[in-house]
């Protein structure tokens, strides 16, 4: 027997969510790592697999197995890196593959001792042979395959009661062409469709494990409307029917979703009611430079507030940094936030990332920083691998800083809260079946664990603390949008959790009306 073990490595980026409120043992994470699920369930009879998730527990580098893989994607790739000494260095061979890899494999020359680019359906059968006959090769290159080769991720194999989100991979690719994005250049622009029985199968699959929040990984899920139709019926279908009580599903969409009630409605009722959306800027110049054409000529404040009326929330993307972008882009994108009908934004600063047009574009113009860990990990930490053309990198990780405190401070929270709650559809799905969440004794370690983080910010932040008591009030007014209430406090609170955690939040920041430019000048 070959014991296989396959690693998630922690994210630059993420929190530990068992700091602040437990031991390690009760450590969870945020979203189940479908990568490694998904390999381990090619595998197979004569390959013993294993899964760990270093978001849940460190890495044991005297683990019992005779190859190791991990994964990684440009947040996990630095730490992938020095996993990948360390076990190399007690003699376990490594498998290295995923996202990061396959865009910049130059990155990993020597870090490893088997490189696997692509996508990995086309090759799993030659790999696992290779692999159980000890003839690995020192690279395998794989296609863009059709997704019905896809198999059910191999969830048993993982700590399923430790993640408070489970994912259904439902396509790969994206047809838009934003210029700053590296997903298209991984997975190209042909979007390719999992069939809505083989989603079914992965949802129900989650729902038996006991996940009641699951996220549909696409790149853009309503850009074929017809496709996305089918699948939101058969979703629709499944979720709450049949005995089952429902889930809360959510999925990145683009903002041309709000010109299709049909669509929104369908959304739903099928649960699809967490939706990401790429705002990106308020600057029009940036929207034109960067080919994110579908968010031009758009009234965005009045598209969002259509959508969430239908009983959606929104998490939105802001971006900054742009070459159109000068020292007021800050505070013009806090204003432009404050007038969205969304609780939480994922803000970041303008990044070249591998194998992009911008990074081309930006190399040709002597504009990267190839130095260090921006050479090959751009945006580690928060600092763009871009000279902008209007402000410093400094001043451009200082503003980014300065908006993700302002916009998430719990006051400026609390004003989009109270605004959200006027606007919010009800949830059409308490309308049928049980109307219940689905809340298996499974969920019990998950839950708990959220609730000693809650009290414990609570105790560590009181404006905070005040927030969550006025939201309860609020909820108890509005019956009829509580649950979707809820789930936008719950997704605030873990967000800011992680960037209080992070180092990123800073409440005194979070209090100025513009970036302190100067402070951050001084002390650097």
Known sequence: MVRFLLIAPRPHWDADFGGIAGGPGDSVTRVAPIAIATVAAMAPEGIEVALHDEALAPVDFEARADFIGITANVSQARRAIEIAREFRARGKPVIIGGPHITLDPQVFDGACDVAVTGEFEEIAESFYADMLGGTLKPRYVGGRPDLARSPVPAWQLFDNDRALVGVVQTSRGCPFECNYCDVIQYLGRKQRHKTPDQVITEVQRLYDLGYNRIALADDNFTVYRKRAAELLDALSAWNGRDGRDHVIFATQVSIDVARDDDMLTACAEAGV?????????VNEES???SKKRQNLNTDMQAQLRKVVSHGLK??????????????TIFERQYRFGMGLPVGTFKISSLVAPMATPIYAEMLQAGRLDLTGEQAHFPGADMVTNIVPAQMTR????????????????PA????????????????????????????PPSRAKANAHFGRMARAIGRAYPDIAEVIGKANRLMRARPEVRDGLADILTTWMLSLYVHIEKGVYDPEWALMDGPPFERARSAA
Not at 314 to 327: C, I, K, P, S, T
């Open 287 to 289: 929207l034109k430079a």
């Open 273 to 281: 009611s967490n939706l990401f959306i790429g705002v990106e800027s």
């Open 314 to 327: 929104v998490e939105a993307a802001l971006m900054v940094g742009f070459d159109a972008d000068d020292l």
């Open 412 to 439: 400026a929270f609390w004003t989009r809260f109270e605004a959200l709650a006027e606007i919010l559809g009800p949830n059409p799905l308490l309308q049928r079946g049980t109307g219940r969440l689905h809340n």
């Open 394 to 409: 400094q001043q451009l990780y200082t503003g980014t800083r300065w908006l993700i405190s302002r916009l998430y401070s």
